[in-house]
């Protein structure tokens, strides 16, 4: 049953057009355990995609495969239609401009003020000098995650979720076209929670990103999905929206709804 | 199958060939545009600035302990008169630069091991590198440098310090004056004994600046790597310090003193 069900997956995701990731047959093994076995998936423009699982599935592995932080041991993954795997460090470069990560401990440089985590990116990737240019833009995007006072605070003062709103941040003044979270809502209170979800909806249609949201918080994934992936063992087990999967018989996706 | 090699072998060539990859990055770095200078002088700032202390002190009781240990001996030879020489000759050109370098890899190699170490483990290495930051040429490279260029100075005052010391010594038993000590004191010194002493000073600070960010850049994941990180950091910096010197003193006595 499971079987047929991820050869249908794999079958339906791939081949639409217009996918601005495409993941093809991926596998990834770290020493002797294989941790991705055989995943295929499609992220389309301007949709969000949760990846649901259970910690130690192999979804993080996955989304940083996307991104160049690990290599694939076989399989194709191509992100605007390019093979990522023959990019050069100079492609990379281009690309991850592209991309936003956000990462699950909102990993934030610890020794500079929420305004130089945010200038970083700005002076470093976008290679801006303009220093009022450099402001209005950081004060943009705090405004935009409802933090604009926090703006002179090092990162050891903020809160948990108040990191992720500043990761949040960070990562979006780049303007990706692709956004990457990685359980975004780990590690917080549900009313937390549940802003930083409808803050992600909130950007996404600020800035109109194409998103993979992994996680494995059903609230986060009933408020940000607009299709669902289900992992199980390395391998996607289950497709379908919110409704449709909590509607289904499957045993391991029903487990996540209880 | 035989194994031809031995897997203590095997990691000893990947840990070998892992170092000279990140030499390889380190030296391409710091000629690509952008040179980090803030982070450079915030680093020689740190590195030279707040060793300071440690390293002032220890120079003075270098000197001082070396003159009031050496004293008696070369009583009974009736060659007190030498000691202000022969504690100077053996500061600059031997013990001080290796003890300076040897106390600087436990301070500074350790602290850059774990600070790196743990900007690894909380993934802000990784957010960096997927912002399209360079994370070497912001975090190795300066580093490393400040070491090249701060070790040599801190040793140069740590030598000025060790003959204070000795002249306190001196001073305190025999009531020599300052100006009958140091005349001594200079008068056995030659202008070549300073630039062997100084030049593999830039080695040591190399070596301090290199495993501290080799092994912090490198640490597994989870908090005990950046212990392990530090600590690996200070046994391989004290272990390539030695090393290094006596490579050093076989090519001064080869090409300085013949």
Known sequence: MVKTLVQKINSNVVNKPGAVVAIKHLKKSFGTKEVLSDISMSLYKGENLVVLGKSGQGKSVAIKCIVGLLTQDSGSLKVFDEEVKDLSEKEWKALRMKIGFLFQSAALYDSMTVEQNLEFPLTRVLKLKDKQEIRQRIEEVLEGVGLLDAIEKMPSDLSGGMRKRIGLARTLILKPEIMLYDEPTTGLDPITSREISELIMEMQKKYQTSSIIITHDMACAKITADRILVMNNGSFEAEGNYEQLESGSDELVRSFFK | MVKLVPATWTTAFVAAGDQVVFMGAFFRNIF???????????????????????????????????????????????????????????????????????????????????????????????????????????????????????????????????????????????????????????????????????????????????????????????????????????????????????????????????
Request: one cysteine or more.
């Open chain 2, 32 to 258: 690509r545009s952008g040179f980090e200078w803030n982070e450079f002088l915030r680093q020689s700032y740190i590195i030279g600035y707040k060793s300071l202390s440690l390293v002032g002190i220890t120079g003075f009781i270098l000197g001082f302990v070396l003159t009031l240990q050496s004293e008696p001996t070369m009583r009974e030879f009736g060659a007190t008169s030498f000691v202000p020489s022969m504690v100077t000759i053996s500061v600059i050109r031997e013990i001080g630069p290796v003890i300076i370098a040897l106390i600087c890899a436990g301070k500074i190699s350790s602290s850059i091991g774990a600070e790196l170490g743990s900007m690894k483990v909380s993934e802000q290495i990784d957010a960096m590198e997927v912002s399209g930051a360079n994370p070497v040429q912001y975090l190795v490279v300066t580093r490393i440098l400040a070491c090249i260029i701060m070790i040599p100075l801190l040793t140069l005052m740590a030598d000025a310090l060790a003959m204070m010391g000795g002249f306190a010594a001196s001073n305190m038993n025999n009531h020599l004056t300052a100006t009958l000590y140091f005349s001594k004191a200079f008068s056995a010194l030659r202008f070549g004994d300073l630039i062997p002493a100084v030049a593999k000073t830039i080695f040591f600070g190399f070596a301090i600046g290199f495993v501290g960010c080799f092994k912090g850049y490198n640490s597994e994941r989870g908090t005990e790597s950046v212990g392990v990180a530090a600590n690996s950091a200070v046994v391989s910096a004290s272990l390539w310090i030695i090393v290094l010197d006596a490579i050093a003193v076989q090519l001064t006595s080869v090409f300085a003193y013949n």
